[in-house]
């Protein structure tokens, strides 16, 4: 155990409890046991946890330190492009942590959970509403689930019209989740090289469409935060070839009560609940990625369904064509809870220009900052700007190294070396959240990054200093985790 309470001011060290626990401390007292001890039954003798003994105070100062060691949304500006993290209003949460929605039970009879249901039903009929689609399915837990869930009603689907269909289109900038999903249904994800500016271009579609093609999974904007403006040209190509459209909607945050997404041609698409409808996230949980059909698919979207029959919510288990069931229960209701509370506080309105500032955000940032990072694309973006190193190459200065100075000066990184078609991507995400000040003074931590790579590059190079951990070996920590803190 280390003995120091601090490596340095409030910088806290922390052992793990099991280092701290002392045999006989207690975390409450209970009176007197008036009944007789009874023994432990045999099998279950020397199988009691090897929990430490704690004092309340212990505990309480252990993940109290432990928190300090964090960094949120709540603690400051989170610019991780592609995920979205976004200042989340405290009422949303307030809601979800409501006892009649945090102690709801799954197995409740549905006549005591008509509530629940009708929470449910409606978000459905609200997503559809903002994505322009017709039918939703709260069913899928996370984007990537809901990509898994969107392939298999694509494969449902040519399927029902007696076709197998064994390949996929995927772009060059897609979530590395998008050719998982599609391979894990089977097909071959087949690469299609975005153009010179950083879209789609039709004629490449054109080219690769042929009759073993299942169709295409697009990301709008896609992940290099630009919107793929030859989407109904595309989306034609794929429907006259017998195909269909998937759209990656985690980028929803750029969009909401802007695009319908129908119109666009998309036939399925999912949403990350968890990025645009006000659930924090990071490392790795709790999600919910809702998958949004046009009527005609309808049916395979998986059960159970949730239908009003006139007096009453009801669940389907049993539909006719349905891809069944994707996971047990409901997924994480909390989350449903947050997004339906979140639509109904912003309204329409105001969810369109949370999008519009999300925008404006970061345009303002990709001209703000675009002498001084070399820009990928040097054209309008959406809810986020790519930049790179390619300017700090003479130094050797790396995109890693500003990462790691970024956190020094206070900031998350942003998300680094992705997409990938950007070699050194830094890819800025500042979300509607930002104030100008905010903005302003982010932009200005960037230029003097950029000032110290002439100067003294060496201080990015030996980044960050002013934490616990310094660099990690990146590849080891990844292969050889020490969960020891
Ligand atoms: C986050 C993200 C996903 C995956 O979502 P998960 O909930 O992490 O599974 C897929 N595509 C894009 C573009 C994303 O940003």
Not at 10 to 32: A, F, H, N
Not at 226 to 231: C, G, P, Y
């Amino acid at each position: 155990m280390k003995d120091a309470p601090g490596t340095s001011g409030l910088i806290l060290e922390e052992p793990l409890l099991w280092e701290k626990g002392k045999k006989g401390r207690c975390g409450m007292s209970i009176p007197e046991s008036d009944v007789p001890p009874a023994a432990l039954a045999d099998e279950l003798v020397g199988a009691e946890p090897d929990f430490p003994d704690l004092s309340e105070i212990d505990v309480v100062r252990h993940y109290t330190r432990l928190s300090t060691w964090n960094f949120g949304v709540d603690t400051g500006m989170y610019p991780l492009g592609s995920c979205t993290m976004k200042y989340n209003p405290k009422v949303n949460e307030k809601q979800a942590a409501a006892p009649a929605m945090a102690t709801v039970h799954p197995l409740l009879p549905l006549e005591h959970c008509q509530g629940t249901l009708k929470l449910m039903y409606l978000l459905q009929k609200h997503l559809a509403a903002i994505t322009g689609m017709d039918a939703v399915s709260l069913q899928p837990a996370a984007g990537a689930h809901g990509e898994l869930a969107g392939m298999l009603i694509f494969s449902a689907y040519h399927t029902s019209r007696g076709r197998t269909k064994t390949k996929i289109l995927i772009p060059d900038t897609a979530h590395g989740t998008n050719p998982a999903s599609a391979a894990l249904c089977g097909y071959k994800p087949v690469k299609v090289a975005s153009g010179r500016r950083g879209i789609l271009e039709a004629q490449e579609i054109r080219a690769l469409m042929d009759e073993e093609t299942a169709g295409i999974m697009i990301t709008n904007p896609n992940t290099l935060g630009l919107f793929e403006e030859n989407i109904r040209e595309i989306a034609d190509i794929i429907h006259e070839n017998d195909g269909l459209v998937y759209c990656d909607g985690a980028n929803m945050n750029a969009i909401m009560g802007v695009v319908d997404l129908k119109k666009c041609g998309v036939d399925v698409l999912h949403l990350n609940l968890h990025k645009t409808f006000s659930t924090p996230h990071g490392g790795g949980g709790p999600g919910a990625g809702p998958v949004c059909v046009v009527e005609s698919l309808e049916k395979f979207l998986p059960v159970p369904r949730i239908d009003f029959d006139g007096s009453s919510y009801v669940l389907r288990e049993e539909v006719e064509g349905s891809i069944g069931r994707i996971h047990g229960f409901f997924g994480n209701f909390g989350v449903l809870v947050r997004a339906y509370s979140y639509i109904l506080s912003m309204g329409a309105a105001n969810l369109k220009k949370a999008s519009q500032y999300a925008v404006l955000n970061a345009c303002y940032i990709k001209e703000r900052l675009k002498g001084h990072l070399h820009l990928a694309y040097n054209r309008p973006c959406m809810h986020e700007a790519v930049f790179s190193d390619k300017h700090q190459q003479n130094q050797k200065v790396t995109t890693l190294d500003i990462a790691k100075r970024l956190m020094d000066c206070g900031y998350h990184p942003p998300t680094i070396y992705f997409p990938l078609v950007v070699p050194g991507a830094i890819m800025i995400e500042p979300t509607e959240s930002e104030c100008l000040e905010d903005l302003d003074r982010f932009v200005e931590v960037v230029k003097a990054i950029v000032a110290e790579a002439g100067n003294d590059p060496e201080k990015l190079r030996s980044s960050p200093t002013r934490f616990k951990i310094r660099r990690l070996d990146e590849t080891r920590a990844a292969r050889n985790p020490c969960l020891r803190g």
